[in-house]
């Protein structure tokens, strides 16, 4: 990443991945913990010591409280319950013990005998094989670490719940969980210094339209609480100090994106026709029940992806089948007519669970994820085909199985489904029995054998962010290596060819709900391909709408037949973005600062 000086400014580059600027001051995240050195003292004053210790502890429980009670106010009582688990840490028997043991015994500071006590009880439960004791772990370490900062008087480690203006947030990561909770009232904008573009953490900053700079990397270390900066998610710059003039370019930047979406309102109702006459199907990709607002307001022609998994992160239970068949039901009902296509669960990977039991993997995307996790738990698959199933008598829902590689597990998710079928009808529940069922396509394997997948199934999904990491090889989180994550490469555009091709034979879709289909300089080369559906942050619905109204199906298709040939990805993508700019010019000029 480079770094440019200016007199005033210092500018930091990364990797631009939710659209908008701000203007705001820094907030940093905990960037290091408090690790107490060794101190004994022989003139330790030891009540003082533990009348000293006594105080933090009052201090951090009294905090506890006041974040706790902001939470339950704020997002509801479950979520704040996480604190209790905190406020339990700081009444536990064995450590308070040991610490006071220390105090007297060995004439340890109150910092060092807490810091070594309880990482030694934290270290033995991270030890163990058991993500719910893990978990523990880092309760128990979360909670220390505020107590250490009372002890020490240390500048105080800020966590996300602790935010209270309108600020733009610095970390070195934020864990989609995290990304998922942030309220864009207080989060301006957030700059990580890992994390890339098709990582869960970028798409639901898309979605939650919060401006958001990535894969700084160790430029990070440049910011500081309390700077004054600017972030434009347009381009991937974060400047410090932004001088006047500065302020005013992007004040104009701002003023042309806001015109171009003004203009676009009047396209809202209208068809995703090219100007040759082809129709396309464009609908959004929602994570919350509560997205489907966005999707109203974006005139999507429904949901082509509902990732589920975010009904499941950020509590400490599993919603049951009553709460899923409301979310799902809601959705659907929202949109009728409208088609929704329910993702059935896609944990593991970046998105992670407390309560299901995922011990930590060398490789997690490689590893228990999505439809393999769903086939071994089975009851909580069951629960929540049951949920959607029931939810399709109130609309037009679609089930679509994420990550499969091969038949035998299309066969055995269908073998459950029909099993769910038969429950529901033993009990007389209503559900659709024409329900469709879809595949993603974003394994190699599952496009290579997607002939015979699209025999089984009533259509296709092609999951571009997955596709282009299993395929290339290319962690689609690790920002040292974004460079070669490039949806243009021959090798791709192959995968998908093959895909829409199995389909075409076979007489089913094929859409692409991967990000790739919210990149504009990629629309073209998509439905040249042969892609009859495009499912896209509800954010930029309008814009790939007017995209795909200002171009001709003919073009697409010669800008498509040509790159399938041309050897470098860097080519297609000149060419494939060319063609895009011919058609929008005023989308690319006006994010040009
Ligand atoms: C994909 O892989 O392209 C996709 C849409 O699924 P997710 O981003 O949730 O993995
Ligand atoms: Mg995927």
């Known amino acids: 990443m480079s770094l440019a000086h200016s ?139 505020r107590v250490l900062e009372n002890l020490t008087g240390q500048s105080k480690q800020v966590g996300l719940s602790d935010l209270t203006e309108p600020c733009i947030v610095v970390a070195n990561d934020l864990a989609p969980s995290d990304t998922a909770m942030l309220d864009p009232e207080k989060v301006l904008g957030f700059i990580t210094a890992a994390g890339s573009k098709t990582s869960h953490t970028a798409i639901l900053a898309r979605s939650l339209k919060i401006p958001a700079v990535l894969g700084l990397g160790k430029n990070i270390d440049e910011l500081k609480s309390g700077q004054s900066i600017l972030l434009d998610g347009f381009n991937g710059f974060v400047v410090i ?168 597990e299309l066969d055995e998710a269908n073998k459950l489904l029909e099993e769910c079928q038969k429950e529901l009808k033993d009990k007389g529940q209503k559900f659709s029995e024409a329900i469709e069922i879809g595949v993603m396509i974003e394994t190699p394997s599952a496009a290579m054998i997607s002939d015979k997948l699209a025999k089984r199934v009533q259509f296709f999904s092609i999951g571009t962010n997955d596709l282009i990491q299993y395929s290339l090889a290319v962690d689609r989180l690790n920002e040292k290596i974004s460079h070669l994550y490039e949806p243009t490469h021959p090798g791709i555009l192959r995968l998908i060819k093959t895909t829409v091709d199995a389909g075409k034979t076979n007489g089913i879709w094929t859409g692409v709900c991967g990000e790739m289909a919210s990149d504009l300089s990629m629309v073209p080369l998509l439905i040249g391909l042969g892609v009859g ?43 494939a973005e060319e063609l895009s700019m011919e058609a929008v010019p005023n989308f690319f000029k006006a994010k040009r600062i």
């Open 533 to 575: 559906e495009l499912s896209v942050t509800p954010s930029m619905v309008p814009r790939v709408k007017m995209l795909i109204r200002s171009i001709n199906m003919s073009k697409a298709k010669e800008l498509a037949n040509l790159a399938i040939d041309i050897d470098s990805p860097k080519e297609i993508h000149r060419r």
């Open 241 to 408: 100090s932004p001088s006047d003039q500065m302020l005013f370019e992007y004040g104009q930047l701002v003023k042309r994106q806001n015109s171009i979406e003004t203009s676009l309102d009047k396209i809202r109702t209208e068809e995703a026709k090219t100007l040759d006459g082809h129709s396309i199907v464009l609908s959004a990709n929602i994570e919350r029940a509560t997205d489907v607002q966005a999707v109203l307001k974006s005139g999507a022609s429904g949901v082509g992806l509902f990732r589920t998994e975010f009904l499941f992160i950020n509590r400490k239970d599993l919603p049951d089948e009553e709460e899923q068949f409301q979310a799902y039901k809601k959705v659907s009902e929202s949109l009728t007519p409208e088609p929704v296509i329910i993702r059935t669960l896609d944990l593991g990977g970046d998105k992670l669970l407390s309560h299901v039991n995922v011990a930590a993997e060398m490789n997690p995307f490689l590893g228990w994820r999505a439809i393999r996790l769903c086939l071994q738990e089975k009851e909580l698959f069951r629960t929540q085909l049951r949920a959607i199933l029931r939810a399709s008598a109130f609309g037009d829902l679609k089930i679509m199985y994420p990550m499969v590689s091969g038949i035998d």
């Open 7 to 145: 007199k005033l400014e210092l500018k930091l580059r990364g990797i631009p991945v939710s659209e908008g600027v701000s203007i705001g001051h820094v907030v940093v995240l905990n960037r290091h913990r408090i690790i107490p050195a060794k101190t004994n003292f022989q003139t330790l004053n030891q009540a003082a010591e533990e009348a000293r210790f006594q105080a933090a502890l009052d201090d951090t429980r009294q905090q506890i409280l006041e974040v706790q009670k902001r939470l339950h106010d704020e997002i509801g009582a479950k979520q704040s319950l996480i604190f209790d688990a905190h406020l339990l840490v700081l009444e536990d028997p064995v450590v308070l013990e040991e610490v006071k043991r220390k105090i007297r015994k060995e004439k340890a500071s109150s910092e060092y005998a807490l810091y070594t006590a309880s990482e030694k009880y934290a270290e033995a439960l991270s030890a163990v094989e058991d993500s719910y004791l893990s978990e523990r772990a880092a309760d128990i370490r979360d909670v220390i670490q």
